[in-house]
């Protein structure tokens, strides 16, 4: 079972120079584009596989379990997944999960994205999100179909090449929807380790220069 949504990808392009500012998109098309704002933006798609497990006191059962590994592996779970539960089960169930998405490297996800119908009392539903960023529509030539582009407008490919690059490169597309905080958490003793190494080595100018002779040559 799958549902898609599409979003439409907020990203923020820099345009202009100096006290410029990047015009209003609204009202633009390829071919009628005389800003330097381009119409061509990347959309993400995203898709989510249900599977509802039985649960019992224990959690999930090893039965289970083999079951879930199965289904993960027809769907080829991958890097820049989302797995979560949205659980009606018993407690254990969603460590018993966790455990077994990570076996493919991944963290359970904290919440789960709604899904169509309920889940089944004494059960438990692990929900696979797969992401994926596309430019719809883009190369884009079709300015150039009749010979003839205003100097004042930009090429109808205009921006295909970044908002494609971007597309393909991003490891998680969903940060093009709503980007990402900081965890505003940071390693003080790793800061403060390189601050005192520098503070306490010794400068390389300390023992003078070596002495050196131009005599004894042939």
């Not at 704002?37 to 989510?48: A, F, G, L, M």
């Not at 993960?72 to 820049?80: A, E, K, N, V």
């Not at 090449?161 to 505003?184: C, E, F, K, T, Y």
Request: glycine share 10%; with cysteine.
């Amino acid at each position: 079972m799958s549902r898609t949504k599409t979003l439409a990808a907020i990203a923020a392009l820099a345009a202009g120079a100096g006290a410029c500012a990047a015009p209003s998109a609204n009202g633009l098309s390829a071919v009628n584009n005389p800003s330097i704002y381009s119409v061509h933006q990347p959309v993400v798609e995203r898709t989510d596989f249900v599977l509802d497990l039985s649960t019992d006191a224990q959690g999930v059962s090893a039965a289970e379990i083999e079951r879930l590994h199965g289904w993960f592996d027809s769907i080829q779970l991958r890097y820049g997944d989302s797995v979560s539960v949205d659980d009606s089960g018993y407690g254990n169930a969603r460590a018993d999960v966790a455990r077994a998405v990570a076996e493919y490297g991944l963290l359970l996800a904290p919440e789960a994205p709604v899904t169509a119908g309920r889940v089944p009392p004494g059960s438990v539903r692990v929900v696979a999100s797969r992401s994926t960023a596309s430019v719809p529509g883009c190369p884009d030539w079709s300015s150039s179909d009749n010979g003839i582009v205003p100097p004042q407008n930009t090429s109808s490919n205009y921006g295909c090449a970044s908002a494609a690059n971007l597309a393909a490169m991003i490891a998680n597309p969903q940060d093009l929807v709503q980007g990402r905080d900081g965890s505003g958490r940071g390693s003080a003793s790793l800061a403060g380790r390189a601050i005192r190494t520098y503070r306490e080595s010794q400068p390389t100018g300390r023992q003078g220069l070596p002495a050196t002779t131009t005599t004894g040559g042939n």
